[in-house]
């Protein structure tokens, strides 16, 4: 049977699964794989970029980068290294300390989430065997959102020590939405720490060798998707940056490699989001449809899969970049805090009695989904039967005359409006009038018109 469709959980709760074990690292070995981590996010946001910009031109119906390398693919490295040796500009009136330390604090944070990932199991490195993993502990996923949460303050210092309105703006900006949209990340990941038992990363992908978690939790999943493009000011909710609006928003004076550091920091929190969602959703380094005991699930071929899920939400970031407009900044912060967190708590509670009726009355977990499946689609087909209630109609309003001298200068009259006749028109009607019955210009008496002889007095 494939392994995405048998059961997580039999019995009481969820199957803890087994934390790495890392008792056999040495301090060589820490070593070699924190420059692993570091060389892994400076080579794959190069890629990044190009694979953004190929994405796009041929979404937009383009070449994109073809010049500099096979296929473009040096264009990154070139624009790096022209921020490497650009005038780098400090701008007088910023506070000098803040406004150096604010990029620097966005990176460091952004390059601190990778080590509680793991890229697969254990495996062999010249004799030691050990985890593809930096390290692990308890609660790995809430240090990962605080590492996130910390980076916010470089873009919000950046903002703010540049002493410039637009740079101001887009901090204050970035604070309001990491607030609303942190919260909305935290609660999605609630329902997988209930069902997986642990919020260790380790633990929480082998929990899932019988059903990946966004099968059985594709709510928290969709709440996730739309929360890590927030967290990471992407299109359509990249308003700390706006470039319509706020010029570069946080950004606007920085350049050289301060410029670079914020750039560097959001493509790699854009893989840290979706190394997470690997991690917790897909199964982290799990391969699809394959037996745990196959070649595929072991050695060095899981690094694969976990790659190609990674990049898989990669391209969902460039996707959506490519095809959804910009919101504006009141439709956002009502999706926050109006449809994610409310739906993410109602969520949260609802797993939660799942959790605990399956652990009072011993219900398959396939069986339990099956029937939520079940009432939720009697749910939709009972709502399409339901009538909708109609409105009462309004009564027609009165139209008003249009006066296209209103306001003391001519305007012309909008669809559905008309003109009131001139009054040379109604001259001109008078005097038709009058040449076709030359009765009908005279003055009526009270009795009616007068004839001329009336007129004369005769």
């Given amino acids: ?141 809430l240090y990962i959102l605080a590492c996130a949460s910390v980076g916010v303050y470089g873009i919000v210092l950046g903002g703010w020590s540049s002493s410039s309105t637009y740079p101001l703006l887009g901090g204050v900006r970035s604070t309001a939405q990491v607030i609303s949209y942190e919260l909305a990340m935290g609660l999605s990941l609630v329902s997988v720490f209930i069902m997986a ?64 550091w914020f750039f560097l920091a959001e493509y790699i929190n ?46 969902l970031f460039v996707w959506i970049r490519g095809s959804v407009l910009r919101f504006r900044y009141d439709q956002f912060m009502k999706i926050g805090w109006k449809v994610l967190i409310p739906a993410a708590l109602v969520w949260v509670v609802a797993v939660a009695l799942v959790q605990a009726m399956r652990q009072l009355w011993d219900v398959d977990l396939r069986t339990m989904l099956f029937a939520l499946a079940g009432l939720i689609v009697v749910g939709i087909v009972v709502s399409f039967l339901i009538p909708e209630k109609q409105p009462a109609p309004e009564p027609p309003a009165d139209p008003e005359p249009f006066d296209p001298f209103r306001d003391g200068y001519p305007v012309p009259p909008l669809p559905g409006q008309v003109l009131p006749p001139s009054p040379r028109a109604q001259r001109r009607l008078a005097a038709t009038a009058t040449d076709a019955d030359p009765a009908a210009a005279l003055p009526s008496g009270p009795s009616g018109p007068e004839t001329p002889q009336e007129v004369r007095g005769g």
Wanted: with cysteine; charged share 10%.
């Fill in 270 to 315: 854009m893989l840290n989001v979706s190394a997470v969602a690997t991690t917790l959703f897909l199964g982290g380094w799990r391969a699809p449809f394959v037996p745990a005991d196959s070649f595929l699930q072991q050695g060095w071929w899981p690094v694969l899969w976990f790659l190609a899920k990674v990049w898989f939400f990669m391209f």
């Fill in 1 to 141: 049977m494939s392994p995405l469709l048998l059961p997580a959980v039999v019995g009481d709760g969820a199957q803890v699964g087994v934390s790495a074990d890392f008792s056999q690292d040495v301090f060589w070995v820490w070593l070699l794989k924190a420059v692993a981590i570091i060389v892994f996010l400076l080579t794959s946001v190069l890629v990044a970029i190009w694979f953004e910009r190929k994405v796009v031109a041929r979404m937009q119906v383009r070449p994109g980068p073809n010049v500099h390398g096979p296929f473009g693919l040096l264009q990154s490295l070139a624009d790096a290294m022209k921020l490497l040796v650009k005038e780098d500009v400090t701008v007088k009136a910023a506070d000098k300390l803040v406004y150096i330390l604010a990029p620097m604090i966005a990176v460091f944070c952004s390059l601190l989430v990778f080590a509680v990932i793991p890229f697969g199991p254990e495996v062999s490195i010249f004799g030691v065997v050990t985890p593809l993993q930096l390290t692990d502990f308890p609660v790995a996923v």
């Fill in 197 to 260: 038992g642990s919020m260790s990363t380790s633990q929480i992908v082998d929990s899932q060798t019988q059903v990946w978690w966004f099968l059985p939790l594709l709510p928290a999943f969709v709440i996730y998707l739309v929360s890590m493009v927030g967290e990471t000011n992407r299109l359509p909710f990249d308003l700390p940056e706006a470039e319509g609006e706020l010029v570069s928003g946080y950004m606007t004076e920085y350049s050289s490699m301060k410029f670079a």
